[in-house]
């Protein structure tokens, strides 16, 4: 362990940085942030706690782990990006409560029409704009049942929503859901939703998943909302089924592309609700204390030959 190089590009307090050196006081410690980061730096890391840039990685010689302060590793895991020596985990855990919360008042505001509401507020009209719905009388099919997606059913569960989760592996069926069912069902469960939310993560089986035959299939008068993943979704199929009225809405704070382009007709779309990919960011305090509890927890694991918490096992080679 004697004098490991170790980059960090998590924002960390001085006091963070000082339980951080106290764990291996022997290494060498560079900070900086993903402006400022080097290729030089990159290449002599040995250890790196942040996302640095997949490009500047090339598969390094030196790199022995790289610990993610995302929960997201999709650009991590591409072929030749790191080699077989490199150990790689995430942070997944620490953003539970951010993600599900944005989504669910994503969700709150498209059954209670507040975005378009909004919309009046911007035009100066007092006027009406409908029936609404209630998430107590919802089924809410929930597409990736980790963390983030638990944390959104029992928010949604505890106002009396009928609450079905998906994933990708069977397993046993948490408290805080009604039903759970493997992604082969897809197709199956979509017509009972009444919303669909996808916190599925970007692999080639979810690229383009949602088309627009796929979205035809869900319940007309129903609501699509995307916390994952952007490509998930083919967005002009989207826009088109949203304008044919056959979805009552969309909440999406990822999208395909991303930035979404200034002239995409999907901003113009008054039943897409779109926020720039923010759930997910530092903007919730709490959610930047667990990403630095998680990275030491991990450093002083690895310090002790430990198994490291968040290990990543999909990777190309």
Known sequence: MKQKKILVMIPMTQAQINRLEQIL????????????????????AEIILGNVPADMIQTSANLAWLHLNSAGYDPYVEKGVLGPHTVLTNSSGAYDKAVSEHMFAMLLSLQKKLHLYRDDQKQHVWGE??????????????????????????????????????KRTPGNCPPCMNELHTMAELRELLPKADAVVSFLPSTAETRGLFNRELFMTMKRGSFFLNGGRGDLVCTEDLCDVLESGHLAGAALDVTEPEPLPK????????????????????????TLHNVVNICLENMRRYVNGETLHNLVKERAF
């Open 25 to 44: 006081p022997e290494a060498e410690y560079l900070y900086t942030s993903i402006s400022d980061v080097t290729e030089e730096q990159v290449r002599q």
């Open 129 to 166: 704009e409908g029936e609404v719905v209630s998430i107590a009388d919802a089924t809410i099919l929930i597409l990736g049942a980790g963390n983030i997606g638990k944390h959104f059913a029992e928010l949604t569960h505890a106002l009396g929503a009928y609450v079905i989760g998906v």
């Open 263 to 286: 002239k995409h007709r999907l901003w113009e779309i008054p039943n897409a609700f779109i926020t720039p990919h923010v759930s997910g960011g530092y903007h919730l305090p709490e």
